[in-house]
C-alpha cells in the first residue's frame, strides 16, 4: 500500500509504516512562519501550547526559553509533550485534544487566582481561551507563528492520505486534489471536521499519537 503524508514525519513514525508494508511519501502542503521573536513578553506561572510548532518556536528564543525553567506546562498532543520533556521543561499535564486540557483546567482552576500564558499559532481553534475566558480563568494569548498554505496537485495515486491538521487538509483540496478514489486518515478531531467539508472517505486517530494513527491506517487496510 502506497501512502502519502501531507506533512514530512518523524523517522519514527516512517520506521513503523515501512515495517508494517506500507510505502510512504512525503509533501508538505503546509509552511510554518515564525513571527518576530519578543522577550518582553508577559510570561505567567502556567504555560500552554496546543502545537508542537510553537513550542519549537520558543525554545529558539533563549531568554523566553529561560523563563519557563520554573514554570507549570499544559499541552495538546503526544509529540508536543515529548518535545516539552526531552527540554527539560516542567510538563504537568498533556492531552489529546484542546477540548479535553479545557476541561482539565476548569476542573482544576476554577474559581482560583491562576493565570496562564498561551502560546498559539494564528490560525487556531479558539476553543480553548473561549472557554477559560467564560469561567474566569485569566488568559493570555501569544501568537507566535502563521501558517502558510502551500498547495500541491497530486498526479500519482495513492492508497491513503495523512492529514495532520486543517490547514495541511485546506492546502490539499485547494490544490484540486480529492479522496474519490483514495481513503483519508486524520490525526485528530479537528483535522476530521475540517476534512468532513470535503469528504466521508476518511477515519479518524483515537487520539493524537503516530502510534494511533498507525492503528487506524492498519484497522481500514488489514
Not at 513503523?16 to 513571527?35: A, C, G, V
Not at 492531552?95 to 493565570?115: G, M, P, Q, R, V
Amino acid at each position: 500500500m502506497k501512502l502519502l503524508s501531507t506533512k514530512i514525519v518523524s523517522k519514527k513514525f516512517k520506521d513503523l509504516l515501512i515495517k508494517n508494508n506500507y510505502q510512504i511519501e512525503e509533501k508538505s502542503f503546509i509552511k510554518i512562519l515564525p513571527f518576530k521573536s519578543k522577550s518582553n513578553i508577559s510570561i505567567l506561572e502556567n504555560i500552554i501550547f496546543t502545537s508542537k510548532n510553537a513550542v519549537k518556536i520558543i525554545l529558539k528564543n533563549s531568554i523566553i526559553k529561560n523563563n519557563l525553567a520554573n514554570k507549570n506546562i499544559y499541552c495538546v498532543g503526544k509529540s508536543t509533550a515529548e518535545l516539552i520533556i526531552k527540554n527539560s521543561l516542567n510538563l504537568i499535564k498533556s492531552e489529546d485534544n484542546s477540548k479535553n486540557l479545557s476541561k482539565f483546567i476548569l476542573a482544576n482552576f476554577k474559581n482560583s487566582k491562576n493565570s496562564f500564558t498561551y502560546f498559539s499559532g494564528k490560525k487556531r481553534i479558539k476553543e480553548l481561551e473561549n472557554n477559560l475566558k467564560k469561567n474566569n480563568i485569566n488568559i493570555i494569548v501569544h501568537e507566535v507563528y502563521d501558517t502558510l498554505l502551500t498547495p500541491i496537485k497530486i498526479n500519482h495515486f495513492y492508497d491513503g492520505i495523512i492529514f495532520y491538521s486543517p490547514s495541511a487538509v485546506k492546502s490539499f483540496f485547494k490544490g484540486e486534489n480529492s479522496l474519490n478514489n483514495t481513503y483519508g486518515f486524520c490525526i485528530g478531531n479537528t483535522t476530521a471536521k475540517e476534512l468532513n467539508n470535503y469528504s466521508n472517505r476518511f477515519s479518524v486517530a483515537k487520539s493524537n499519537s503516530e502510534e494511533n494513527m498507525l492503528e487506524s491506517i492498519n484497522k481500514y487496510f488489514k
